[in-house]
C-alpha cells in the first residue's frame, strides 16, 4: 500500500536536476561497460541525482534510477552486517552491480598475513549478494620513499605476501581486482602473478600512477577476464581547492559540480580503453568516480560517457 502510495504521488515529488540527462547519456553504451561512482551516500547530491529532502537510507534506491554500479567504501572500514548486506540488495534492481572495497584491516593492518579467517568472513557476508556482487577491491597503500626507499622502488615485499595470499582467493567463484599507488611495482613480474591468479589489476587515474596510455606502452595490463578502472585524481589538492571555495563564498556544497576540467584526459582514456577493448571486446569493463577526481562524480561519469559515444 505504501509504494503504491508513493507511486501515486511521484508526479508532485521534485526531480533531480540530473537524473535524466545522466540516464541518457549513458542510454547507447555497451552492456558490458558498467558505469558508477565510488559512494552513494553524499547529501550533497540531494536535488541533482536524489530529490531534494530524501532519507539518506533512500538514497541508493534513487541511485540505482541513474547508475547500474557502484563501488562501496565503506566496507574498506569495517566488514558490514548481513543485514546491511540484504537492505543493499533488496535497494536496487537485479541488473545493478556492486563493486566492494575489501576491509583495511586484511589490506593494511595485517598487510596479507595471517588474515584468512577475517577474509572468510568478509566474503561470507558479501556473497548473498548474488549476481549483483561484482569485483573485490583489495586497494594498498603508497610507500614512500623515506619510509622504506627499496619497497618503493620495487615492491618485492608486497608480491612475496601478495604471492602467498592470492592461492586462498576463491577466483574460480568471485572477481577481484587490486590497486597499487607505487608506479614502479607495476611491472611484468606483478602482472603474472595477478595473471595466474586470474586477479584485474586495477587501472587507476590518481597523481602517483601513470595514465592508461604510458603503462599499455610498455606492457599489456589485462591479467584477468575483466577490466577495472579508478578516476580518483588527487585528494589532497581537490580537498584544498573545494575548501578554498567554500571559504570564500563561491560554492555553498562540496561536491555538486565539476570544478577541474578533465575532459581531454577523459577523453585520452576512453580512446585507450576502446583501443584495449577493440582487441578483446568481450572483457567485462567497470569504471568508477570519485568526487575528489574532478570535483562531482557524476559530472565526469557523463563526460566519460560523452566521450565514449563521441568515439563511436
Known amino acids: 500500500m505504501i509504494s503504491e502510495q508513493q507511486d501515486l504521488f511521484a508526479h508532485l515529488i521534485p526531480q533531480p536536476r540530473d537524473l535524466e540527462r545522466l540516464r541518457q547519456v549513458q542510454a547507447g553504451l555497451p552492456p558490458n561497460l558498467h558505469l558508477g561512482t565510488t559512494s552513494w551516500t553524499n547529501p550533497?547530491?540531494?536535488?541533482?541525482?536524489?530529490?531534494?529532502?530524501?532519507?539518506?537510507?533512500?538514497?541508493?534506491?534513487?541511485?540505482?534510477?541513474?547508475?547500474?554500479?557502484?563501488?562501496?567504501?565503506?566496507?574498506?572500514?569495517?566488514?558490514?552486517?548481513?543485514?546491511?548486506?540484504?537492505?543493499?540488495?533488496?535497494?536496487?534492481?537485479?541488473?545493478?552491480?556492486?563493486?566492494?572495497?575489501?576491509?583495511?584491516?586484511?589490506?593494511?593492518?595485517?598487510?596479507?598475513?595471517?588474515?584468512?579467517?577475517?577474509?572468510?568472513?568478509?566474503?561470507?557476508?558479501?556473497?548473498?549478494?548474488?549476481?549483483?556482487?561484482?569485483?573485490?577491491?583489495?586497494q594498498f597503500e603508497y610507500i614512500a620513499r623515506g619510509r622504506d626507499a627499496g619497497e618503493h622502488e620495487t615492491g618485492e615485499q608486497f608480491r612475496r605476501r601478495l604471492a602467498a595470499f592470492l592461492?586462498?582467493?576463491?577466483?574460480?567463484?568471485?572477481?577481484?581486482?587490486?590497486?597499487?599507488?607505487n608506479a614502479k611495482w607495476v611491472r611484468p613480474e606483478l602482472l603474472e602473478l595477478l595473471r595466474d591468479h586470474r586477479v584485474a589489476l586495477a587501472l587507476t587515474s590518481y597523481y602517483t600512477m601513470p595514465d592508461l596510455a604510458a603503462l599499455r606502452?610498455?606492457?599489456?595490463?589485462?591479467?584477468?577476464?575483466?577490466?577495472?578502472?579508478?578516476?580518483?585524481?588527487?585528494?589532497?589538492?581537490?580537498?584544498?581547492?573545494?575548501n578554498e571555495q567554500i571559504q570564500s563564498g563561491r560554492k555553498q556544497r562540496h561536491w555538486d559540480e565539476?570544478?577541474?576540467d578533465r575532459r581531454e584526459e577523459t577523453g585520452r582514456w576512453v580512446a585507450e580503453l576502446k583501443a584495449l577493448l577493440t582487441q578483446r571486446p568481450d572483457l567485462e569493463t567497470y569504471v568508477f568516480f570519485n568526487n575528489h577526481y574532478a570535483g562531482?562524480?557524476?559530472?565526469?561519469?557523463e563526460l566519460f560517457a560523452q566521450a565514449w559515444a563521441a568515439g563511436t
Open 217 to 242: 606502452a610498455r606492457l599489456d595490463p589485462v591479467s584477468a577476464d575483466f577490466l577495472y578502472l579508478r578516476f580518483l585524481g588527487d585528494r589532497k589538492g581537490m580537498d584544498e581547492h573545494v
Open 296 to 301: 562531482y562524480a557524476p559530472g565526469s561519469l
Open 258 to 260: 565539476l570544478v577541474w
Open 44 to 138: 550533497d547530491w540531494e536535488g541533482l541525482i536524489y530529490p531534494p529532502g530524501t532519507p539518506s537510507q533512500d538514497y541508493l534506491e534513487h541511485y540505482a534510477k541513474a547508475f547500474g554500479a557502484v563501488e562501496i567504501d565503506s566496507t574498506w572500514y569495517r566488514i558490514p552486517s548481513a543485514k546491511a548486506v540484504e537492505g543493499w540488495q533488496r535497494r536496487v534492481p537485479e541488473h545493478f552491480h556492486f563493486a566492494v572495497k575489501v576491509p583495511r584491516l586484511i589490506t593494511h593492518e595485517r598487510n596479507l598475513v595471517d588474515c584468512q579467517g577475517e577474509m572468510e568472513e568478509f566474503l561470507g557476508i558479501m556473497r548473498p549478494l548474488g549476481s549483483r556482487l561484482g569485483p573485490l577491491l583489495l
Open 167 to 181: 592461492p586462498h582467493l576463491p577466483t574460480d567463484q568471485l572477481r577481484f581486482t587490486l590497486e597499487v599507488r
